[in-house]
Nanobody
Framework: QVQLVESGGGLVQPGGSLRLSCLAS????????MGWYRQAPGKQRELVAT???????NYADSVKGRFTISRDNAGNAVYLQMNSLKPEDTAVYYC???????????????WGQGTQVTVSS
C-alpha cells in the first residue's frame, strides 16, 4: 500500500503565504506525476498544480504567478508554495500521485487525506 501524508495547512491572512508538503511512503517502485487539488465547500474538487518526474509543471489559471509546485530529487515528496493568498483559496487541499508499486504492476492513483487552508482576516 501507498500512503500520502500532507502537512502545512492552516489559517492565514489575505496576502500571506503557506507551504504545503506531501510525503509518499509504502510500497513504491516509481512515482509518476504528483499534484495538488483543492475542494471548497459546495464545490467540486479542482486541479491546482501538477508536476511530472521530469519536473514539468502545470497550474490552474487562478493560481498562476502566486503558487509554485516543486518536487524533491528522490521524487517522493511534493510541495506547494502559496503566496499572495486570497480568501477564494480557502479549501481542503489534497495531494495526488500516480504510483507504481512494483515492476510487475501498473500505476495507480493515490490521494492524501487533505489539509485545510483558510484565508481570512
Amino acid at each position: 500500500q501507498v500512503q500520502l501524508v500532507e502537512s502545512g495547512g492552516g489559517l492565514v491572512q489575505p496576502g500571506g503565504s503557506l507551504r504545503l508538503s506531501c510525503l509518499a511512503s509504502g510500497s513504491i517502485f516509481r512515482i509518476y506525476a504528483m499534484g495538488w487539488y483543492r475542494q471548497a465547500p459546495g464545490k467540486q474538487r479542482e486541479l491546482v498544480a501538477t508536476i511530472t518526474r521530469e519536473h514539468s509543471t502545470n497550474y490552474a489559471d487562478s493560481v498562476k504567478g502566486r503558487f509554485t509546485i516543486s518536487r524533491d530529487n528522490a521524487g517522493n515528496a511534493v510541495y506547494l508554495q502559496m503566496n499572495s493568498l486570497k480568501p477564494e483559496d480557502t479549501a481542503v487541499y489534497y495531494c495526488n500521485a500516480g504510483v507504481r508499486g512494483s515492476i510487475w504492476t501498473t500505476s495507480n492513483d493515490y490521494w492524501g487525506q487533505g489539509t485545510q487552508v483558510t484565508v481570512s482576516s
